[in-house]
């Protein structure tokens, strides 16, 4: 999958699966250990070793090669695989193991009283339903991934050599590890890695923004639903993925993330869904006809709306209340993941006239949201943190009132 940059910081996700024009050559993997201190020793694994296809390697056009990375002792003897480069794994994938190991935070990966599988009506499958009420920003899930691999992996490396790599990587994994992955439900068929990565892959960031994609064994039990009660966040730092509440669950609710970008009406979203092999049946895609061509409406006056709030020319139309109004059609459409958004829009907006109680009021809002939503985007939380500590400091301070703030 590939995920685009959409307004309000949000992403759309897109499939980019294609297949490498290069002949395929099947070489054998070779194993070498990364330094002589983790060579196993009475038949214990590794901590950390390299498998280099080096025939397959040294016919990618790249300048770096791509190998298999295994920490089999990572997240309490969990283990993590990696598929990547080696200037990855040296400038960021080593990074977060060593500040893991630091730390010997193996922590609690699941919040286990919180939900439970269960088998979803018509073509959901398994998903997770609260066994008790959630309250908004509860942590559920908190996971590092089984696999990561390089997307750029798909264009260097012939497909018959990838998709062993991948096999050897889950392989290498820990039997418990290695078991919940191969768990995990395919769709496409055809090479069993492969498939399960197309399933259920998130892409995150490792080297450069969106360039990895992971398997997350508990997060990717987690049903679609283009208006979801819980939301997801991956910590580059930590090498983690967590999954919050956005709101308020009761006892016996599913809980459900959203695959796409929200912010998008029903043919945008209907059309991305589909190329995950299903239909949505949530309750924003099974309004009856009139109430959905209401929402289609509401998500153009949304991105209206914030085009003119994030206009900060003479011409912007940008006033409070047209920041209230953006506000209150994030709320009718259940736009929970991305409300914090409209919220630091509706702050800037009224900072910009002068207004300080009530930027002061739309910042609380963003900053209660958004330790949720950008928990770990940490600009985003502090400039909106640093703003309600000093709203006439701030860039936008007086900026529509008459007195311009450079």
């Known amino acids: 999958m590939r995920i685009k940059r959409g307004i309000l910081g ?10 490498s ?35 397959d390697a040294a016919k990618q056009a790249c300048t770096d090669r791509y190998s298999i990375y295994t920490d089999a002792h990572f997240w309490g003897e969990r283990g993590i695989s990696f598929v990547t480069t080696e200037s990855v794994f040296r400038s960021a994938v080593s990074e977060g193991l060593d500040r893991h190991y630091r730390r ?12 439970a599988e269960r088998r979803m009506d018509g073509e959901k499958g398994v998903g997770l339903v609260a066994r008790r009420a959630l309250p908004r920003g509860e942590l559920l899930i908190w996971e590092p991934p089984t696999l990561v691999v390089h997307l750029d992996a798909r264009r260097h490396v012939p497909d018959q050599a990838r998709l062993r790599m991948q096999r050897a990587a889950v392989e290498a994994l820990p039997l418990e590890a290695r078991s919940e992955t191969l768990r995990l439900m395919g769709h496409w068929g055809g090479d069993e890695i ?6 259920n892959s998130f892409t995150i960031s490792l080297g450069e923004p969106m360039d990895h994609h992971a398997l997350f ?5 987690l049903n679609h639903a283009c208006r979801p009660n819980c939301v997801y966040q991956f910590d580059r730092r930590t090498l983690t993925h967590k999954v919050y509440t956005i ?55 949304i991105r209206e709306y914030t085009r003119e709030l994030q206009d900060w020319t003479d011409q912007s139309r940008g006033t409070p209340g047209l920041a209230e109004r953006l506000v209150r059609l994030y709320r009718e459409e259940r736009l929970y993941t991305d409300v914090a958004d409209a919220f630091q829009l509706a702050a800037w907006a009224y900072g910009a006239v002068r207004d300080r109680y009530n930027a002061l009021r739309m910042a609380s809002c963003a900053v209660g949201y958004g330790l949720t939503a950008w928990r770990e985007m940490g600009i985003r939380i502090n400039d909106t943190l640093l703003f309600m500590m000093d709203p006439e400091a701030h860039w936008t301070w007086g900026k529509r009132g008459g007195g311009k703030v450079q």
Do not use: M
Request: net charge negative; with cysteine; proline share 7%.
């Open 10 to 19: 949000a992403y759309i996700i897109f499939p980019t699966w294609t297949h």
């Open 21 to 55: 024009i290069q002949p395929h050559s099947p070489a054998p993997l070779h194993v070498s250990y990364v330094d002589k201190a983790s060579c196993p020793a009475d038949g214990q694994a590794a901590r950390i070793f390299k498998i280099k296809d080096e025939a």
């Open 104 to 115: 010997d935070a193996a922590g609690s990966a699941v919040a286990r009283d919180a939900f």
């Open 194 to 199: 492969e498939d399960r990565l197309r399933t």
């Open 217 to 221: 064994t508990q997060t990717s039990r």
């Open 247 to 301: 709101q308020d669950v009761e006892p016996g609710q599913e809980l459900t993330i959203s695959y796409i970008e929200p912010i998008a009406t029903y043919e945008e979203r209907r059309q991305i869904i589909q190329t995950w092999g299903f239909n949505c049946s949530c309750s924003a895609c099974e309004l009856p006809e009139a109430e959905r061509r209401d929402s289609d409406r509401s998500i153009g006056l």
